[in-house]
């Protein structure tokens, strides 16, 4: 079993690769007609006939795929906590039927967390790529983890002395 990962090893910086996944056109088909019945998500004509070119998987779907391979491949053997949410998310480029898409998760910043100093606030970004490295999503946010030790009140005032300098 992996080592669990906590705040502390969660350093700005730092890159994880989170493993592969591909959808297929029935698959696509299926959670658009349950979440995102948009033509060119159900429909095989109507995708080839939209500005797509083809029938494309719901950007909600590419989402929901880069959540199961966070999880599944950190999340699962972590001390997370939640997320407070996602500062931003943006889908750049379709993703097509058996499209081979990887995901990155890129650590931007780390910090204590004021309230609560058993638990650190991570703010990441998660790149997914297809299979000609073209980036098809990217969103940043922040998750909660638990700290292998508290947080000191001198650790909590420095980060304080340091956003007041900021």
Same mark, same amino acid.
């Given at each position: 079993?992996?080592?669990?990962?906590?705040? @502390?090893?969660?350093?700005?910086?730092?890159?994880?690769?989170?493993?592969?996944?591909?959808?297929?056109? !029935?698959?696509?088909?299926?959670?658009?007609?349950?979440?995102?019945?948009?033509?060119?998500?159900?429909?095989?004509?109507?995708?080839? %006939?939209?500005?797509?070119? /083809?029938?494309?998987a719901s950007g909600w %779907?590419?989402?929901?795929? /880069?959540?199961?391979?966070?999880?599944?491949n950190m999340l699962r053997?972590?001390?997370? %906590?939640?997320?407070?949410?996602?500062?931003?998310?943006?889908?750049?480029?379709?993703?097509?039927?058996?499209? %081979?898409?990887?995901?990155?998760?890129?650590?931007?910043?780390?910090?204590?967390?004021?309230?609560?100093?058993?638990?650190?606030?991570?703010?990441?970004?998660?790149?997914?790529?297809?299979?000609?490295g073209q980036k098809v999503?990217?969103?940043?946010?922040?998750?909660?983890?638990?700290?292998?030790?508290?947080?000191?009140?001198? !650790?909590?005032?420095?980060? @304080?002395?340091?956003?007041?300098? /900021?």
């Amino acid at each position: 079993m992996p080592e669990t990962i906590c705040w @502390e090893d969660l350093v700005p910086g730092s890159v994880r690769e989170l493993g592969t996944t591909s959808v297929d056109k !029935e698959e696509i088909k299926e959670f658009a007609r349950r979440y995102d019945p948009q033509p060119f998500h159900v429909d095989e004509e109507a995708g080839r %006939q939209s500005i797509f070119g /083809a029938l494309c998987a719901s950007g909600w %779907q590419t989402a929901a795929l /880069a959540m199961r391979l966070t999880v599944d491949n950190m999340l699962r053997h972590s001390t997370s %906590q939640g997320s407070p949410g996602l500062e931003s998310l943006r889908w750049l480029k379709p993703v097509y039927p058996n499209d %081979q898409l990887s995901l990155r998760h890129v650590i931007l910043e780390s910090r204590p967390m004021r309230k609560r100093p058993e638990v650190g606030l991570v703010r990441s970004r998660w790149e997914m790529s297809n299979q000609d490295g073209q980036k098809v999503l990217e969103m940043e946010g922040w998750g909660m983890f638990g700290r292998r030790t508290p947080a000191t009140p001198e !650790e909590l005032a420095a980060y @304080e002395a340091q956003r007041a300098g /900021a």
